[in-house]
């Protein structure tokens, strides 16, 4: 089993920079694949970023591609999202969470933190 906390997140105007941290508890944290998702007010939750167990392959939604960027610290049990270019429609929670295999899907995953409020102003 592994938990998830996740930090970073604040306010921040549009065009500027956030780094999201998840920390996961457990000892088989790199047996998992991680993703990144978020949800705005009033909308669902929406896939943003996953992470293979070792780190070595990433994928992306289209609107955070190139923006974004989805790393992994195994020996620290972290993953962290860095956000550039941030603009008022990535105002959402955002979410990590774990999963058996890399996926886009929200039902792929078992785990989940309670997320981290992000919120770009213009």
């Known amino acids: 089993q592994v938990q998830l906390v996740e930090s970073g997140g604040g306010l921040v105007q549009a065009g500027g920079s956030l780094r999201l941290s998840c920390a996961a508890s457990g000892r088989s944290f790199s047996t998992y694949a991680m993703g990144w998702f978020r949800q705005a007010l009033g909308k669902e939750r929406e896939f943003v970023a996953t992470i293979s167990r070792s780190g070595s392959s990433t994928y992306y939604a289209d609107s955070v591609k190139v923006r974004f960027t989805v790393s992994r610290d195994n020996a620290k049990n972290m993953v962290f999202l860095q956000m550039n270019s941030l603009k008022p429609e990535d105002t959402a929670v955002y979410y990590c969470?774990?999963?058996?295999?890399?996926?886009?899907?929200?039902?792929?995953?078992?785990?989940w933190g309670r997320g981290t409020q992000v919120t770009v102003s213009s």
């Open positions: 969470a774990a999963s058996g295999q890399m996926s886009s899907r929200i039902t792929t995953y078992n785990y």
